[in-house]
């Protein structure tokens, strides 16, 4: 059973840092590309960042670009994402998330249909 877990997230203040994780279990993980995502209220889930399966290549939405930094551990099956400078704007449940290895280019897999497995998702609160 594939499974992933997130943890991190909270309220912060404007300007401040948060750290998500997901840790993966279930799935052979090096074979996976690994995303993060998230969805405001009354809003479509919105792509924010993609590594490639060595955790060498990364894409990151022009809205994070900058600020928000996507890593990953495959020595612990686990994925991680550095959100700094946070705003209002990013309010949002974030979600991670595995697609299985399709293409080559990490444009590809700006879209959530390429991703088969989904974390629970966590709310992240960014106060004015």
């Known amino acids: 059973q594939v499974q992933l877990v997130q943890s991190g997230g909270g309220l912060v203040q404007t300007g401040g840092s948060l750290r998500l994780a997901c840790a993966a279990s279930?799935?052979?993980?090096?074979?996976?590309?690994m995303g993060w995502f998230r969805q405001a209220p009354g809003k479509e889930r919105d792509f924010l960042a993609t590594t490639s399966r060595d955790g060498i290549g990364t894409l990151y939405a022009d809205s994070v670009k900058g600020r928000f930094t996507i890593s990953r551990d495959n020595a612990e099956n686990t994925v991680f994402l550095q959100m700094n400078n946070l705003t209002p704007e990013d309010t949002a449940v974030y979600y991670c998330a595995a697609a299985a290895y399709r293409s080559p280019s990490l444009a590809d897999y700006r879209r959530a249909q390429q991703y088969g497995y989904w974390g629970q998702g966590t709310p992240v609160t960014a106060a004015s």
């Open positions: 279930g799935l052979a993980f090096t074979t996976y590309v």
